[in-house]
């Protein structure tokens, strides 16, 4: 295992680092689909808690050493949402895609709270994997996933770093539903 300011050591995604600071300061963070924590341990170093779940017991074991970082071993494909009523600061995927639980993931944004979504968009075939369309986005795809919310920024774009690669990426801030707050 590579220690975390290991040279070798993947960094936190630039769109993730760009809109990271917009977290609430201390509120918790959920990682879905965390693989071997280099987000978890950015938000961690940044003074979050941070709840990172991936169905890789590996990549969870690799995240036991810290103890901010509340880490769930779990299959969120085909067994239940293990955040099924909490909310959090901040949700954060990168490079992953079920479309079925897109709507547990966005529940899971606190009100006031960032959906911070980067991963692969339709025409990443021709840069290599992955390709299959049930891993694409289709354009506009995270946009249709945020209601309720102010898009920070939205991005449909070829990348070149650390691969090339088309992505689209979406930073949105849940509303606070203003009623229920009381105003």
């Known amino acids: 295992m590579l220690a975390p300011d290991s040279p070798l050591a993947p960094d936190p ?65 085909d067994g239940p949402w293990p955040y099924s009523g909490q909310q959090f600061s901040a949700v954060v995927v990168t490079n992953y895609l079920h479309r079925p639980i897109m709507p547990q993931i966005w529940a899971a944004v606190a009100p006031g709270g960032l959906l911070i979504y980067e991963t692969f968009t339709e025409g990443n075939a021709n840069y290599g994997r992955p390709a299959r369309p049930e891993y694409l986005l289709r354009p506009g795809e995270l946009l249709g996933v945020v209601n309720e919310s102010r898009v920070l920024a939205y991005e449909d774009v070829l990348v070149s770093q650390p691969k090339l690669a088309m992505v689209q990426r979406i930073c949105a801030r849940k509303s606070v539903n203003l009623a229920m707050a009381g105003g």
């Open 13 to 77: 995604s630039s769109w993730v680092v760009r809109w990271a600071p917009e977290v609430a300061a201390g509120g918790t963070v959920l990682d879905v689909a965390c693989g071997r924590g280099r987000h978890s341990r950015y938000f961690v170093r940044r003074g979050h808690v941070v709840f990172a779940v991936d169905q890789a017991a590996e990549a969870i074991a690799a995240l036991t050493d810290e103890p901010n970082i509340r880490a769930t071993v779990a299959d969120i494909e």
